[in-house]
């Protein structure tokens, strides 16, 4: 079944937005309450490093990065507004880095062989922030940078990064836009923030964007997975995966509208291990709701860990 890692750090309950904001630190409490000895036995548990700036940089320019670091609050000060969703408070920068960090450690510890795939749960998410602009939440586009890490490290020459969160990874598809050796697929919900993931955006044809119509439940969703974004993958034949693991499709989340439940969460990543021929790092993006957040992530780490290659590799009918 391979080893699993699960990649986390107490500096991450430390950025802390504005009382009500949605992206609290119960998100990450929730998370590792349910990824729990009992629950999830065998995992590896491993403490995200330091991300450093060098590493950052390879997605935002450095006089941007600096900038932002120089935002930060002192302790006990009021958190700095960054656009009308995202914040820096004190312990925002630590908690960021630890979040790039960890999915470096990801991609090294699978690249070395220490196990066979990760989930880092960090705060804050990363897939919307654009090279020199924090938006949604979102500082520093974390999967992005750990993408261009495996390739520039490892010298990899097929880095995939798949977006299941419900919001279109828009810093992402931007290093699409200027990177045709980087392939990014998103499938979200069409027509809410941050308006951008229409289907005929393909860049250099490294770019995949699936959006479905709000209500949208399993059966059309797990369709649209199947037959658009699977083949592409297929096709790119990616050495390594990562994956921006967002959790705010399902019917009980309240910043979107989609109706998934619980278990398609355990089938997509099933099927991104097929694809990725059990070769996966994921980082958590969204998720507000939260027991379905943690009953979510829960099936998302037990199916990492419990995965069975198929015979032969690959997808089988795709």
């Known amino acids: 079944m391979g080893k699993t890692a699960l990649i986390t750090h107490m500096a991450c309950f430390e950025h802390r937005p504005p009382a009500g904001h949605p992206e ?48 930060e609050p002192a302790a006990g000060a009021r958190s700095h507004q960054l656009d009308p969703d995202t914040y820096v408070s004190a312990g ?42 924090p938006m949604g939440f979102c500082i520093w586009n974390s999967a992005a940078i750990a993408a261009l890490y495996a ?30 050796d980087f392939f990014y697929a998103s499938i979200h919900q069409g027509g809410i923030y941050p308006g951008s993931g ?30 658009q974004i699977l083949p592409a993958l297929v096709d790119f034949e990616p050495e390594i995966l990562i994956v921006s693991a967002g959790f705010d499709g399902h019917r009980l989340d309240p910043l979107a509208g989609l109706n998934l439940e619980t278990d398609d969460y355990r089938w997509i990543t099933e099927r991104l291990l097929d694809v990725s021929q059990g070769k996966l790092v994921s980082t958590l993006e969204g998720g507000y709701h ?25 997808l089988a009918g795709v």
């Open 151 to 180: 390739r520039e490290t490892y010298g990899l020459k097929r880095v995939a990064l798949v977006d299941f969160d419900v919001h279109h990874g828009n810093g992402s598809q931007e290093l699409a836009e200027r990177d045709p």
């Open 290 to 314: 939260l027991q379905a957040l943690a009953a979510s992530v829960l099936a998302h780490v037990q199916t990492l860990q419990t995965y069975k290659p198929r015979s032969g590799g690959g």
């Open 24 to 71: 609290s630190p119960e998100r990450l409490r929730v998370v590792l309450e349910a990824l729990n000895e009992t629950a999830c036995p065998d995992l590896i548990r491993v403490q995200a490093p330091l991300g450093q700036i060098e590493d950052i940089a390879r997605v935002h320019p450095l006089a941007r990065i600096e900038e932002i670091i120089g935002l």
């Open 92 to 133: 925002s920068i630590e908690a960021a880095q630890r979040g790039v960090g960890a999915v470096i450690a990801g991609v090294d510890g699978l690249m070395k062989g220490a196990f066979d795939r990760a989930f880092c749960a960090t705060r804050p998410p990363g897939h919307h922030a654009e090279a020199a602009t």
């Open 198 to 227: 229409f289907a005929d955006e393909r860049a250099a044809g490294n770019l995949v964007n699936v959006p479905v119509p709000a209500a949208t439940a399993s059966a059309d969703w797990r369709a649209a997975v199947e037959s």
